[in-house]
């Protein structure tokens, strides 16, 4: 088992930036991926940003250039710095650790709301 804890989320203006942090515990050995997703009310699921521990970087296009992934491996941490914030990134966004033979575990979910 792998728990995941979020912080970090909030109500910010557009154009403002903030700073999400997820740490892991537990069966860490066998996370090679962490990142986030998201879910806006009455969407589906999606990817935000992962990195491997090869460091294999994926961004989804909507955050490309505003938001930067990074991992402190030794803390088993993952931080997500989003900047110059939109109403559209508006959102749940949740942390993610894919596991070999054990698939992906899930945090319970951080809200980030973008409005003026």
């Known amino acids: 088992q792998v728990q995941l804890v979020e912080s970090g989320g909030g109500l910010v203006q557009p154009g403002s930036s903030l700073n999400l942090s997820c740490a892991a515990s537990?069966?860490?050995?066998?996370?090679?991926?962490m990142g986030w997703y998201r879910q806006a009310p009455g969407k589906q699921r999606e990817l935000v940003a992962t990195l491997t521990n090869g460091g294999i970087v994926n961004y989804a296009d909507a955050v490309k250039d505003r938001f930067t992934i990074s991992r402190d491996n030794a803390k088993n941490t993952v931080h997500l710095e989003m900047n110059k914030l939109k109403s559209e990134d508006t959102a749940v966004y949740y942390c993610?650790?894919?596991?070999?033979?054990?698939?992906?575990?899930w945090g319970q979910g951080t809200q980030v709301t973008v409005s003026s």
């Open positions: 993610n650790a894919e596991r070999n033979w054990y698939g992906a575990s």
């Open positions: 537990g069966s860490v050995f066998s996370i090679y991926s």
